[in-house]
């Protein structure tokens, strides 16, 4: 593996456009790897006059980001055949696609070819179920839109609480997820990680505590997820060779990565290969350049950097994660 000893800032930025633009097309399983960190299925019900019943459904696949990531919706939506729209708001930027030919024409098709991983799956499954009503038009039937309330009602936020007020509505009862199958027995595709870890991952530099024994600068690879997804944490360790699972009083589990021979060895050269694509990446390339460094002088203590050792990891810190914003 090259050494990135003695890269500075301006190399850095210069190895990741490279990264960037040599990965300008996306991977499938990448696609499916992100969305199941950062996409969302929505069922909204709406109030229509121009339905018998009074109400209609639009379904809603959406990725929202950061405005630094706008460019990456872009390419999101030209694998996308370019269906769907960008949305600014003050807050992110969104990609979203609404038209119901485009969701069971080219949003559905793809994730039944590349299905999602996480319990993210369960929406996915009331989404796909509630398309199957609306493109049968069973949602314009009282029965078919008590069915599609059905689903809805499973999702996390339910119904809204106005919607029982209705008196042809107000004994609805949420569809049992529990008969949803997850799959956890497949090998991940490692451009799923990839794509799961752009959305998810972190990649975190620390400053030597004051406090410690033997204070040093530290790194630390790490993804966090609730433990209903706890299977999906220990396939992504098996990809990545290297990791362990650690637990807080919540209910969250952490793939954590801390040992620099394993993220020299493991973590860098896969996340190089796989690449993170999305704004992350340059977290990536500033974490490749502190790990190097830390490696380089594994055994040695903080009094042992050299200034220019410790001026580029101050460096890096600053330039990363919620830092990059202001880059």
């Known amino acids: 593996m090259l050494s990135l000893f003695n890269f500075n800032s301006k190399q850095i930025r210069s190895l990741s456009t490279k990264i960037a633009d040599r990965n300008n097309t996306l991977h499938p399983w990448w696609v499916t790897g992100y969305t199941d960190g950062e996409g969302c299925f929505t069922i909204k019900t709406i109030a229509a006059k121009t339905t018998k019943i009074g109400?209609?459904?639009?379904?809603t696949y959406q990725v929202s980001v950061h405005h630094s990531e706008i460019e990456l919706l872009y390419k999101l939506k030209s694998f996308f055949n370019n269906v769907g729209s960008i949305i600014t708001t003050e807050n992110y930027v969104s990609y979203r696609v609404t038209n119901f030919s485009d969701i069971i024409n080219v949003i559905m098709p793809h994730f039944k070819a590349y299905p999602l991983q996480s319990t993210k799956l369960i929406p996915y499954y009331l989404f796909?179920?509630?398309?199957?009503?609306?493109?049968?038009?069973?949602?314009?039937?009282?029965n078919g839109y008590r069915e599609v309330l059905s689903y809805k009602a499973a999702l996390k936020k339910g119904l809204n609480a106005s919607i029982?007020?209705?008196?042809?509505?107000s004994d609805i009862i949420p569809f049992d997820v529990s008969s949803i199958i997850i799959k956890n027995d497949l090998k991940l595709d490692p451009n799923y990680v990839s794509g799961f870890v752009a959305a998810d991952g972190s990649f975190f530099i620390?400053?030597?505590?004051?406090?410690?024994?033997?204070?040093?600068?530290?790194?630390?690879?790490?993804?966090?997820?609730?433990i209903r997804d706890l299977g999906l944490l220990n396939r992504i360790i098996e990809v990545l060779g290297c990791g362990n699972i650690k637990s807080d009083s919540s209910n969250m589990r952490y793939i954590s990565v801390r040992n620099k021979k394993e993220l020299y060895n493991n973590i860098i050269p896969f996340f190089t290969k796989y690449s993170i694509n999305s704004g992350k990446h340059k977290d990536f390339m500033n974490f490749v350049v502190a790990v190097t460094i830390l490696y380089n002088n594994l055994g040695k203590g903080f009094d042992n950097l050299s200034k220019n050792n410790i001026d580029t990891l101050e460096n890096c810190i600053n330039s990363m994660n919620k830092n990059r914003y202001n880059k």
């Open 206 to 226: 620390s400053r030597p505590s004051p406090s410690s024994k033997w204070p040093n600068y530290d790194a630390t690879f790490s993804i966090a997820q609730d």
């Open 55 to 59: 109400y209609t459904v639009r379904l």
């Open 164 to 169: 029982f007020k209705v008196k042809c509505f």
């Open 128 to 142: 796909c179920a509630v398309a199957n009503i609306i493109e049968n038009n069973g949602h314009l039937t009282l």
